[in-house]
């Protein structure tokens, strides 16, 4: 059964595989490409996901929602931004409303 640490577990294998083989690893092959690549792939994840959840296919969303995830994370990697990062953006935001918060941004 997932627990609250599977993502943290996930951004750890993926900064693990940085330094990787590519010819061997998915995940280090996507980070070779560099941050515009791992981008790429986030928005076409992001894309399928709403694709499914336009179509109402809760399994299928299911698994594209853990792709985007997945793809998130590396595109953090990419670019060094932990998933403790945007974590703690998270928690900084909490309590704050929506509208006010987003008012807030440069």
């Given at each position: 059964?997932?627990?609250?640490?599977?993502?943290?577990?996930?951004?750890?294998?993926?900064?693990?595989?940085?330094?990787?083989?590519p010819?061997?690893?998915?995940?280090?092959?996507?980070?070779?490409?560099?941050p515009?690549?791992?981008?790429e792939?986030?928005?076409?994840?992001?894309?399928?996901?709403?694709?499914?959840?336009?179509k109402?296919?809760?399994?299928?969303l299911?698994?594209?929602a853990?792709?985007?995830?997945?793809?998130?994370?590396?595109?953090?990697?990419?670019?060094?931004?932990?998933?403790?990062?945007?974590?703690?953006?998270?928690?900084?935001?909490?309590?704050?409303?929506?509208?006010?918060?987003?008012?807030?941004?440069?």
């Amino acid at each position: 059964m997932p627990d609250r640490d599977t993502l943290h577990r996930l951004a750890a294998t993926i900064a693990a595989r940085k330094g990787a083989d590519p010819a061997t690893s998915w995940t280090a092959k996507l980070l070779s490409q560099g941050p515009e690549k791992a981008a790429e792939k986030f928005g076409e994840e992001a894309v399928e996901a709403v694709i499914e959840a336009v179509k109402g296919d809760r399994e299928r969303l299911t698994a594209e929602a853990a792709d985007v995830l997945y793809h998130l994370l590396v595109m953090l990697a990419s670019r060094d931004v932990s998933l403790d990062d945007v974590l703690a953006e998270l928690a900084r935001r909490e309590g704050v409303s929506g509208h006010d918060e987003k008012a807030g941004r440069g």
